[in-house]
């Protein structure tokens, strides 16, 4: 049995395909001083969802993506590796992270694992290697397991419920951020959450569009 996510409470949405959501997490010191909640989830099912082109479909924005997310690493001095291939299958990982309810310390060393050090996590011997550095002898048996499947499959249909678009994404005081670069705004919203109430935010916020399909 699965159990629904408190949506009140704070939340932190990633996927470890992204490499946003990595170094969003190693930025970690500087986020709200509050407990987040780490929920794994896959961004496809978020894309399949929502009828969205994933980047890594299109040739120029792929490269985009690439070349933004090391110039990101290299302005804030985070160490940064792309695997051998992207996107690659991040459904073991995002299993294992459910599994075992990974907290701050294992999803950050599944993420360096990918993105500092430059691994595949999705092929037998990357994941072996993984389970191995994470000390968990039974990392496939575990993924296999029904009740893990339901776990993370239910952390992606609580996240479309609550509007989840993308990875990263904080959820805060009952609403969304999404992008490494929206970090900004959630520690001035965490201090002044009454901004989001503001008539001009109200209002760009039930624009209607301008277009008519």
């Known amino acids: ?7 009140a409470t704070p939340l932190w949405f990633y996927d470890f395909v992204s490499p946003f959501s990595y170094l969003l997490l190693e930025q970690h010191e500087s986020w709200p001083g509050m407990p987040f909640t780490f929920m794994p989830i896959s961004v496809y099912a978020l894309h399949e969802h929502w009828g969205q082109r994933p980047a890594g479909e299109v040739p120029q924005k792929r490269v ?5 997310a090391l110039f990101r690493a290299e302005q804030l001095g985070i160490p940064f590796k792309m695997p051998p291939s992207h996107p690659f299958d991040s459904t073991k990982p995002l299993l294992l992270a459910a599994a075992i309810e990974a907290d701050w310390h294992t999803v950050c060393a599944i993420f360096r694992f990918i993105w500092r050090d430059g691994r595949d996590p999705s092929t037998p011997d990357g994941f072996a290697d993984l389970c191995r550095q994470l000390h968990v002898p039974h990392g496939e048996r575990l993924i296999e397991h029904p009740d893990t ?7 992606i249909d ?3 419920a609550l509007g989840v678009f993308g990875v990263p994404t904080f959820r805060l005081n009952r609403q969304l951020f999404w992008g ?3 970090l ?6 965490a201090r002044s959450p009454g901004w989001l109430e ?6 760009i916020s039930a624009l209607p569009g301008g277009l008519v399909s």
């Open 198 to 203: 503001s008539p001009e935010v109200k209002r």
């Open 149 to 155: 499947h339901a776990r993370l499959q239910r952390n």
């Open 180 to 182: 490494e670069d929206a």
């Open 1 to 7: 049995m699965t159990q629904a996510i408190d949506a």
């Open 184 to 189: 900004p705004m959630v520690l001035y919203c």
């Open 64 to 68: 985009f993506t690439y070349r933004h």
């Open 158 to 160: 609580d996240a479309i």
